[in-house]
């Protein structure tokens, strides 16, 4: 099933992610695709603030992956800076969506062939300054 809703405001991004986060099942995985400053981040903070993580989510700039203990562990992935394919599976990420919590994964291009097919995929697309149009799959059952 695929929804697509524009958004006005990083905040309004923010309150849908959210929406997302309070009802999203433990063990998903969320893949957020989108261009440099599409709104990434601010989808994985309110999916995060959703799934009631009170710490202040970073952007993970420096790392590939912060993990924030709540009522479900919420794994935060950047993959950003990966540049190789072997470099990543050298990294066995699959142990952490293999487990109980919920991944959110930016740039998620270069784990596409492991990653697996049963997730979230949600497209962010730049349209001006303050708007965008995000579009979320959700898996069949
Ligand atoms: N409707 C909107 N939704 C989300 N962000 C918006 C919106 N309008 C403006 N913005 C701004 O766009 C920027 C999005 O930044 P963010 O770090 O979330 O992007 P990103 O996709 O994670 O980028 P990167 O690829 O560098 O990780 C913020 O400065 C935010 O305020
Ligand atoms: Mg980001």
């Known amino acids: 099933m695929k929804k697509t809703i524009i ?5 309004e991004t923010f309150s849908f992610a959210s ?16 261009t440099l400053g599409a709104g990434k981040t601010i989808f994985a903070k309110g999916l995060a603030a959703g799934l009631g993580i009170v710490d202040e989510i970073t952007s993970p700039s420096f790392s590939l992956l912060e993990v924030y203990e709540g009522d479900i562990t919420f794994y ?33 291009e270069i784990a596409e062939n492991i990653l697996p097919k049963h997730r979230i995929n949600v497209w ?12 979320i799959e959700y898996p069949d059952n």
């Open 124 to 135: 962010i697309e730049y349209i001006d300054e303050n708007i965008r149009r995000i579009t």
């Open 19 to 34: 929406e997302l986060g309070k009802n999203i099942q433990k063990k998903s995985i969320v893949a957020l695709y989108g």
């Open 76 to 108: 935060h992935f950047d993959l950003y800076r990966i540049d190789d394919r072997d470099e990543f599976l050298n990294l066995s990420f699959e142990e952490f969506w293999e487990g109980d919590g919920v991944s959110v994964i930016e740039w998620p």
């Open 7 to 11: 958004s006005n405001s990083s905040d």
